[in-house]
């Protein structure tokens, strides 16, 4: 049976059917649920190899494998073709041995020595005493879901993500130990620490451990400390057009749409938060969608053109201010432009951004699109993956490319209301996990207004309330996610997924916000406020069917 996107879809699982159901992520994906990690990587291996209309990416994790379709429509499509795929193991793949020296000195090394019963000297000898395979990659680039030799290690996740794991911590959960490529935030119990470069983009194979490899940890003594990241790309001294950056403000970003496709390797999308706003910069100074702009927040942003250049701001509102250069003895002349209007900035004039009166981001093009080397083809920052350029710095010069698509520059446009002291609300689906929880817990979820908490930041928004409690305990393995998904961890308090989010995770997701309203959610500052309503179609989930009591049913 195949019921409405929001729900789960499943099937009665027949002698050689290895798909045993398909539940819908958001409007826009579904997960398969598998048996194991063999029947995981036949179905991985299969969508690769022949993919399905419509289908984006795959990403395989524990129990599940991810696919993210191009609409609605495809996305029940696929889950429908899903359903009736015969599986055949993959060919094994065997990467050569990789070993880590590790310093066990982690923060969590004696509680998970109290978990296990092994104590702080039997982990150590535990995680080193074995031979661990990567099975999938997740989470982050470099980030390699490893299995051991057996189950002496198994711990659950923090009860509460920490908001920022530093770069080469080594970590337990569940049955899978990992390390962490770069600082970033993240659940897992850290029992220590290692000076190998997990992920590096100048090497052939960027992961040191991939998929297949096998992983020896090696306890050592001395303290190690990960080489230097790669430096951040600025332009040429002498370049004769562009912008410099007179201010970068509280964090300024080179984003265009983003890279997708790339989930197998940990990669997500990462990319403009507010879509909309980037698209109607670039249109107003005639460029493609597509091509790279800054993302700013809060005002503060000030650059002055190199050579003449066309602009436009687009996103929260503010006034924008034109200093023009004087002489010594002269004040500098100063005029305003309108927001979503194109305008030109001649050589050595500054643009200044103030603060937004509504919303929280604004994007500035430049005719011609900021002009950087791609990576994995965008020109987007990751803020979790690191992947793409640096934030910007005072100073930093930037050329204009060649990324305008019209000759001339567009009329100025109307803009849509920005979320501003009131209450924002966005619309929700039920999550493929809303089943962990409650009608009581469903309930309270769309029945109070959440709180941006100030650790809110690109990868996610986290939001405080009265917490939500689950129906269920124990951990969930490990499984793709999607922008907009509203992950709920133990203690209750729900993340909502943005750009730069892990693209797997082991925390149950309640909902998932519509797609067309990521946009508006981008656009709700730290202290704003945020209710959730189920989205027109799909409603409450208040009853279970009888077949499958856990999976909740849809009005």
Known sequence: MIETAGETLAVQKAAVQKVRSVRAVGTRAVLAELTGTQDVLALQALLLENPLPGQLDVLAAAETVLVTADSPVSARRIAARLLRFDLIAPVQRDGGLVVIDTVYDGEDLAEVGELTGLGTEGVIAAHTGQIWTVAFAGFAP????????????????????????PAGSVALAGNYSAVYPRRSPGGWQLIGRTGAAMWDLDREQPALAAPGHRVQFRAVRDAVSLAPGRPAEVAASDMTSGLRVVSPGMQSLIQDLGRYGHSGLGVS???ALDRASLRRANRLVGNAPSAAAIETVAGGLAVQAVGDQVLAVAGAPSDLTIASP??????????????????????????TIGAPQSGFR??????????????LGSRSTDTMSGIGPAPLAAGQLFAAGGEA??????????QPDFPGAGVTVLDVVPGPRADWFDAAALA?????????NPQSNRVGMRLQGTPLQRTRQGELASEGTVAGALQVPPEGLPVLFLADHPITGGYP????????QLDLAAQVP?????????????????????????????K
């Open 362 to 375: 604004s994007y500035l093009a430049v005719r011609g699109g900021v002009d950087i080397a791609p990576v």
């Open 526 to 554: 730290i202290g704003g406020s945020i209710r959730f309503r189920w989205a027109p179609g799909y409603g409450l989930p208040t009853s279970f069917s009888e077949a499958s009591p856990n999976i909740p049913q849809t």
């Open 444 to 452: 309270s979820f769309c029945g109070q207004d959440w709180e941006v």
């Open 326 to 351: 004087s002489g010594d003895d002269l004040e500098p002349a100063w005029r305003t432009v309108p927001i979503a209007t194109p305008f030109a900035l001649l050589d050595g004039e500054t643009l």
């Open 405 to 414: 698509e019209s000759g001339v520059v567009g009329h100025p446009e109307l």
């Open 142 to 165: 470099g980030f390699g879901y490893m299995v051991g030799e057996n189950q002496a290690l198994e711990v659950p996740r923090r009860s509460s993500p920490r908001t920022a794991v």
């Open 269 to 271: 999308a990462a990319g």
């Open 509 to 516: 997701v309640i909902a998932v916000v519509v797609d067309s």
